[in-house]
C-alpha cells in the first residue's frame, strides 16, 4: 500500500487523529517552517481539540497557531524555545494548561522514556521518496541536519513525512529511514528559504561584541584546556561567532589540533574544520547554506540526533565530552544562574534550547554576554527565570572584564595568572548599576504559565503570566 | 602614557557607556567633526554627564571642541570644563595666538567654578600647513600643552596633495611635528589610520610612526585599539636590551669604571637614556609583573 497521501489533513485522518493527542514538530526549518501552521490549520478544519504541540523550538513564523491556542484546538505547547510573538502568547496565558519548557537534551530523553507520548510525528523533510526515506541535505528547502526530528520518528505512533521535494525511491542518503514512516505528503512549499537557513553567517563588527569574543577567546587558551583533542562549541549569534573566529587564529598559531566542533554549525565552523582546527563536526543542526554544503559532501561533518548530542539518560552524548562553550545570556544573577527564557520585563522571549545541556556537560561553560544592553544591566540580585542553574556556570565575560564562579578557583588562578580582567562578578554588577541605575522589579501575574524543566526532570522555574499592555 | 587616543562620538550614549572598555589610554568625546550641527546641543550634554559620571576614570579623557572660527567653541568649554576633563582637544590650531585664546577663555571659566586655573591641559590638533609650520610655537604657547596631535586628513586637503596609505605626502609634517613637540618637552600623537579594515596596514603605519618618535596614535575605530598599543608598547627584546644597558650601568658604576661596552657597543648617555625611557615605559604599561 502507497504511503503517499494527498494533503496534510488526510494523512492525520489516516493516522487517526483525534481530541487530545499529542503531536510533534520538529525547528530545523527555524523562521521559514510551513508545516506546523499548515498542520494546525487543518486541526481546525477538522474540528480536533484539546492538542498538546510538542515541538523542539517555536518562532515568530509560527504565530498564526495562537488563533488555535484561543479556540482551544491546541490547550498545552511541549517545547525548548518560544520566540517572537509565540513566547509572548504563552506568557500573555492564551494556552488553557502549563506550557513545559525542557531542553533539547531532555526533550529525546522524555520521549525515549515514555513521559513524552507523540501520537503522531509530522516531519517536514526538504528531500523524500515516496517510502519516506528523507533528509534536510537536499532540495530547495535544504536545512541540512534532521537531528532534532530522530528521536521523533523512532517513538511516535504514527510518522507523517511532509516534504516539497519527493524523489525516486531510494533516497539513498537519508536521515530517517522509510522503516519509521507511515505517510508521505507532498505539498507546494514546506517553507520559505529565506527564512530556513541564511545564505552566509557574518561575524559581528560591534567593537563591544568583538571585545566580548576576544576574552571569551582569550579565557579559553590560558583554561588549560586548549591543547590537541580540544572540544568545542558555540553559538551562531553576535559575540559567540567572533570568539570562535579569535580560537581560530589562537588554534592555528599555536598549532592546535582539535577533536570537534559541537552545533549548530555556521560556515564559519565549516571553515575551522577545513582550516585544521577540528577533526569533526558534530551536527544536530545548519544554520547556514554553508554548513548545509559541508555535511552533504564532508565525511568529517556528520549529522547526529538530539539524542546524542545532549540527552541526559543517553548510554553517553556529546554534550558531556565537550570541553568549552559559549553561551549567550539575557540576565546572569550573582550566583550565576542565567536566564535565556524571558526578557526584561518578564515576557517569554526565548529558551534554553542546548543551553542547560551543554552547561552541565563541558568542562569550561562561559556566557558572553554584554555589560548593559538597551540600557538594562545584565547582572541582577536574582534572575527572573533560571535557564541555567549557576552550579553549572564557570566564566561570564563582558566587555568590561570577566568573572569566575567562585565554585571553579583553578580557572580563576589561571586567568589571574594570564593577567586577563578577572573581576567580582559583584563589582562588574555595580559597574553596570552605576551606568544604567537599578532597574524596578519586575510586576509579575500570580498565574503560571510554564513550567522550565531542568534536563534531569526537576522543575527548575516556573514562569508567571505577564500581559503586554 | 598615550599610545592610543580613540574618538568617540560625543552623540551616541552606546559608544559613550562601552567606551572605557575597549583599553584606549586616552577617549577623545568629540563634539566636532562626529556630531551634526543639529546634534551639537545633546551632545554637549551627553558629554558632560558622561564626565560627570566617570569621575573615577583610570585613562586620560580629552574633549575635542569645534574649532574657533565656528559659533560653538565657547559653548562647548562652558559645558565640559567643568567637569575636569584632563584635556580639551581644540581643532585646527595654526598658531600660538589661538592656543592663548583659549587658553583665556578656560581660565575665565576656571575661575568663575572656583577651579584651579591651568588645571586642564590642551592637545592642540594641527591639520593645517600653517599649523605644521607653526608647531613649535604651539607647543610653546601655554603650559597647558601636553602634546601636539596631527590631523593627517585635514592637513593633505591644506596641502593639495591626495592621502595615502603610504603616507608620503605627510612625512614632514610627521617628522616636523615630532621635532617641535619635542623640543618642547611635549607629547607628539600621530594621525588615525582610516582603513578599519587593513590591520596589516594599521600596523605597519603605527611602526612607522613610533620609528619617527611618536608616542602614541589617534585612532578611529575601537578595533584599531589593541594593535596600536601594542605597537607603541616596548617589545620583549627592547625591554629585555634595556635591562641589560641599566645592569651594565649599574654595575660600571659600582666597580667605579667610565666607560663600559655592551654586546661589541659603547655605552653611552643617549642609549641609557632610550633604556630608561623604555623601562619606564615597561613598567607603566605591565606594572608589576615587569
Known amino acids: 500500500m502507497s504511503k503517499l497521501t494527498a494533503s496534510i489533513k488526510d494523512a492525520l485522518v489516516s493516522a487517526g487523529v483525534r481530541d487530545g493527542m499529542t503531536l510533534s514538530f520538529h525547528h530545523h526549518l527555524r523562521n521559514g517552517d510551513a508545516v506546523l501552521v499548515m498542520t494546525v490549520t487543518a486541526l481546525r478544519e477538522l474540528g480536533i481539540r484539546d492538542i498538546t504541540l510538542s515541538a523542539s523550538a517555536l518562532f515568530q ?25 509565540m513566547g509572548a502568547a504563552i506568557s500573555a496565558g492564551k494556552l488553557q494548561r502549563k506550557a513545559v519548557f525542557r531542553s533539547h537534551g531532555h526533550r529525546p530523553a522524555d520521549i525515549e522514556g515514555g513521559k513524552i507520548h507523540i501520537d503522531i510525528a509530522v516531519i517536514a523533510a526538504p528531500t523524500s521518496d515516496p517510502e519516506g526515506n528523507c533528509s534536510g541535505k537536499y532540495g530547495r528547502s535544504a536545512c541540512g541536519s534532521l537531528g532534532y526530528a530522530m528521536p521523533d520518528a523512532q517513538f511516535a505512533d504514527r510518522v507523517i513525512v511532509v516534504t516539497d521535494n519527493l524523489v525516486d525511491y531510494p533516497l539513498v542518503d537519508f536521515s530517517i529511514p522509510e522503516t519509521q514512516v507511515d505517510y508521505v505528503v507532498t505539498v507546494d512549499s ?14 559581528t563588527r560591534d567593537p563591544v561584541g568583538l571585545r566580548i569574543a576576544k576574552y571569551a577567546a582569550d579565557s579559553i587558551l590560558h583554561s588549560g584546556l586548549l591543547k590537541d583533542g580540544f572540544s568545542f562549541q558555540t553559538g551562531a549569534g553576535g559575540a559567540t561567532l567572533a570568539a570562535a573566529m579569535y580560537l581560530k587564529e589562537i588554534m592555528l598559531k599555536k598549532e592546535v589540533h582539535g577533536s570537534f566542533c559541537m552545533g549548530g554549525i555556521t560556515g564559519y565552523l565549516v571553515d575551522m574544520l577545513e582550516s585544521g582546527c577540528f577533526e569533526s563536526l558534530m551536527d544536530v543542526q545548519c544554520f547556514d547554506l554553508t554548513a ?24 553517553s552524548c556529546i554534550a558531556d565530552r565537550l570541553d568549552a562553550v559559549i ?31 551543554v552547561a552541565a556537560g563541558a568542562k569550561l561553560t562561559i556566557i558572553a554576554a554584554p555589560l548593559i544592553r538597551a540600557r538594562l544591566p545584565l547582572i541582577v540580585d536574582r534572575v527572573n527565570c533560571i ?21 571553579n578557583r583553578e580557572l580563576e588562578q589561571r586567568l589571574r595568572d594570564a593577567k586577563l580582567p578577572v573581576v567580582d562578578i559583584r563589582e562588574l554588577q555595580a559597574r553596570a548599576e552605576n551606568l544604567s ?33 | 602614557m598615550i599610545r592610543s587616543m580613540a574618538f568617540l562620538p560625543g552623540n551616541t550614549p552606546n559608544m559613550l557607556i562601552n567606551g572605557d572598555s575597549f583599553g584606549a589610554d586616552a577617549l577623545i568625546l568629540d563634539l566636532e567633526d562626529a556630531v551634526a550641527p543639529s546634534q551639537k546641543d545633546s551632545a554637549r550634554i551627553l558629554v558632560r554627564n558622561y564626565l560627570r559620571t566617570h569621575k573615577d576614570h583610570s585613562g586620560t579623557l580629552v574633549v575635542r571642541i569645534n574649532s574657533t572660527d565656528t559659533d560653538y567653541w565657547r559653548e562647548d568649554l562652558q559645558a565640559v570644563l567643568p567637569e575636569r576633563p584632563d584635556c580639551i582637544l581644540p581643532t585646527k590650531v595654526d598658531g600660538a595666538d589661538m592656543v592663548r585664546l583659549i587658553c583665556r577663555e578656560m581660565e575665565a571659566i576656571e575661575r568663575a567654578c572656583g577651579m584651579e586655573t591651568g588645571s586642564v591641559g590642551l592637545m592642540p590638533l594641527l591639520e593645517t600647513a600653517m599649523g605644521i609650520e607653526q608647531a613649535f610655537a604651539i607647543a610653546s604657547a601655554s603650559p597647558r600643552v601636553k602634546a601636539l596631535v596631527l590631523g593627517g586628513e585635514d592637513l593633505t586637503a591644506d596641502l593639495h596633495s591626495k592621502r595615502t596609505k603610504e603616507g608620503m605626502e605627510i612625512l614632514y609634517a610627521r617628522t616636523r611635528l615630532v621635532c617641535a613637540a619635542r623640543a618642547a618637552r611635549v607629547e607628539a600623537i600621530d594621525t588615525p589610520f582610516t582603513d578599519v579594515n587593513d590591520m596589516e596596514g594599521l600596523r605597519a603605519d603605527a611602526a612607522f610612526a613610533k620609528g619617527l618618535g611618536f608616542g602614541g596614535k589617534l585612532v578611529i ?22 635591562r641589560e644597558v641599566l645592569h651594565c650601568i649599574a654595575e660600571a658604576k659600582e666597580n667605579g669604571l667610565g666607560v663600559v661596552a655592551l654586546r661589541g657597543k659603547m655605552i653611552d648617555a643617549p642609549i641609557v637614556a632610550r633604556a630608561q625611557q623604555v623601562f619606564d615605559a615597561a613598567r607603566t604599561i605591565y606594572g608589576d609583573i615587569f
Request: without cysteine.
Open chain 1, 190 to 203: 514546506i517553507g520559505d528559504p529565506r527564512g530556513i537557513v541564511s545564505s552566509t553567517t557574518r561575524i
Open chain 2, 221 to 242: 575605530s575601537p578595533r584599531h585599539i589593541d594593535t596600536v598599543n601594542e605597537v607603541f608598547s616596548p617589545s620583549q627584546e627592547e625591554i629585555d636590551y634595556a
Open chain 1, 437 to 469: 541605575g537599578r532597574p524596578q522589579p519586575l510586576i509579575m501575574g500570580d498565574r503560571v504559565v510554564a513550567d522550565v524543566l531542568y534536563r534531569d526532570g526537576s522543575l527548575l522555574d516556573q514562569i508567571r503570566m505577564k500581559e503586554l499592555l
Open chain 1, 327 to 357: 553561551l549567550g545570556a539575557t540576565e546572569i544573577d550573582t550566583d550565576f544562574n542565567v536566564n535565556v527564557h524571558t526578557d526584561s520585563r518578564g515576557v517569554i522571549m526565548g529558551g534554553s534550547g542546548g543551553h542547560s545541556d
Open chain 1, 292 to 315: 548545509v554544503e559541508s555535511l552533504r559532501k564532508n565525511p568529517g561533518h556528520r549529522e547526529v540526533s538530539a539524542t546524542q548530542y545532549a540527552s541526559p539518560t543517553a548510554k
Open chain 1, 387 to 407: 535557564s541555567t542553574p549557576g552550579s553549572t556556570v564557570d566564566l561570564l565575560v563582558t566587555q568590561y572584564g570577566m568573572a569566575v564562579n567562585p565554585l
Open chain 1, 61 to 85: 513564523v509560527h504565530a498564526p497557531i495562537i488563533a488555535a491556542m484561543e479556540d482551544g484546538t491546541i490547550t498545552g505547547i511541549e517545547t525548548g524555545y518560544a520566540g517572537g510573538d
